[in-house]
C-alpha cells in the first residue's frame, strides 16, 4: 500500500466533503440532538434520578424483602467497581434517554449511507471513476480514502456538538453528566464507522442515486426495524439451554443492536434486560462487552470494504 497515494486521496476527498452543504446542514443536526440530550435528557435524570439496587429501578422506595436473600430469586445487587471512571450507583437509563438513544440509532445509519453512497454513484455519472480506473491504483485505495474522508468529517460534526457539551460539564465538575455525553458521542461514532463502510457497498452496487437512495433506505428499515423481529422468531425455535448465547451472537451481527445494548451497559443499567441477562453486567465490568463489540464492528467494517472493492471492480462503472 502507498500511503502517500492514500493521503492525498484521502485529503481531496475530505475537501470536498467538507465543502458539500449537507455536511454544514447534519452539524446543525448534531448540535440540535446535544441540545435535545441536555434540556431533555439530562434534565429528566436530574429531577428523576434512580438508584440500581438488586437490579431494579428504584425511587425512593422501600423493597421489603421478608429476611429473604434477593439473590435466591437472582436478583443480585450491582455495585459499582472502585475506580471505575462509569461506575455510578445511579442509573442514567430512562425513558426519555432511552427516546434519544434510539434517535441517534435511527438517524445516524441513513444519513451515513446516504452521504457516502450518494459520493460514489456521484462519480460514476460524471465520469471521475472512469478517469480513476486509467491511473494505476487500485479500487481499495478509492474505497478506503472515501470511508476515511466520510468518517472524519462526520467525526468532526459529532465532536463539535457532543464534545463541546461534554467539556463544559467536565471543567465544571459534572462527571456524571459528562459521562453521559461521552457515551452518547460514541455512540454517534461507531455508528458512523460502521454505516460508512455500509454506504460503499451501496454505492458500489448501485448505478444511479434513485438506486442508491432505495438501497440505502431499505438497508436501514431492515437493519433498524425488521431485525428485532427476525431474531425474535429465530430465537423461538432455538433449545432454551442456547437462547442466551444466540441471542448475543444475534445481537452482535446487528451494529445498530450491539451498540444499543453496549450503551445501556455504560448508562449503568444492565437491569432492563432482566434478571436472566445479568451477566451483561459481569461483561461490562471485566471489559468482555467491549472487546466483543470492538471485534463485530471491526469484522463487518473489513467485509463490507472488501465486498465493495470486489463488486466495484466486477461491475464496473
Known amino acids: 500500500m502507498n500511503p502517500g497515494l492514500l493521503y492525498s486521496m484521502t485529503k481531496h476527498e475530505l475537501r470536498l466533503l467538507l465543502r458539500s452543504r449537507w455536511l454544514f446542514n447534519f452539524m446543525i443536526l448534531f448540535f440540535f440532538l446535544a441540545v435535545l440530550?441536555?434540556?431533555?435528557?439530562?434534565?429528566?435524570?436530574?429531577?428523576?434520578?434512580?438508584?440500581?439496587?438488586?437490579?431494579?429501578?428504584?425511587v425512593n422506595d422501600n423493597i421489603e424483602t421478608m429476611g429473604v436473600n434477593p439473590e435466591y430469586y437472582g436478583l443480585r445487587e450491582i455495585k459499582a467497581e472502585e475506580g471505575n471512571a462509569a461506575g455510578f450507583s445511579q442509573s442514567a437509563y430512562n425513558r426519555s434517554i432511552a427516546m434519544l438513544i434510539n434517535l441517534s440509532l435511527w438517524m445516524i445509519p441513513v444519513i451515513c449511507m446516504i452521504l457516502g453512497g450518494s459520493s460514489i454513484i456521484a462519480d460514476k455519472e460524471n465520469g471521475r471513476l472512469s478517469l480513476y480506473r486509467t491511473y494505476r491504483a487500485s479500487s481499495g485505495y478509492y474505497l478506503i480514502s472515501k470511508f476515511l474522508a466520510l468518517v472524519l468529517s462526520l467525526f468532526f460534526v459529532a465532536g463539535i456538538s457532543y464534545g463541546l457539551?461534554?467539556?463544559?460539564?467536565?471543567?465544571?465538575?459534572?462527571?456524571?453528566?459528562?459521562?453521559?455525553?461521552?457515551?452518547?458521542?460514541?455512540?454517534?461514532m461507531l455508528l458512523i464507522l460502521v454505516f460508512s463502510a455500509a454506504s460503499l457497498l451501496i454505492g458500489a452496487l448501485s448505478k444511479t442515486r434513485m438506486q442508491g437512495l432505495s438501497a440505502a433506505i431499505l438497508l436501514w428499515i431492515l437493519m433498524v426495524f425488521v431485525y428485532e423481529f427476525i431474531i425474535f422468531t429465530i430465537i423461538g425455535w432455538v433449545p432454551y439451554a442456547f437462547k442466551q448465547n444466540s441471542l448475543f451472537l444475534f445481537i452482535l451481527l446487528n451494529p445498530v443492536e450491539s451498540v444499543r445494548v453496549w450503551s445501556i451497559s455504560k448508562l449503568n443499567s444492565e437491569y432492563v434486560f432482566g434478571p436472566e441477562y445479568l451477566i451483561i453486567e459481569k461483561w461490562g465490568s471485566n471489559g468482555s462487552l467491549a472487546i466483543a463489540l470492538t471485534v463485530s464492528i471491526s469484522l463487518i467494517i473489513l467485509i463490507t470494504?472488501?465486498?465493495s472493492a470486489r463488486f466495484?471492480?466486477?461491475?464496473?462503472v
Open 37 to 58: 440530550l441536555y434540556l431533555y435528557g439530562l434534565q429528566s435524570v436530574k429531577s428523576d434520578p434512580a438508584e440500581v439496587t438488586y437490579g431494579l429501578e428504584g
Open 165 to 188: 457539551f461534554g467539556l463544559i460539564f467536565s471543567l465544571a465538575g459534572s462527571s456524571f453528566a459528562a459521562h453521559i455525553y461521552q457515551v452518547f458521542l460514541l455512540v454517534n
Open 305 to 307: 470494504i472488501l465486498s
Open 312 to 316: 466495484l471492480t466486477k461491475r464496473g
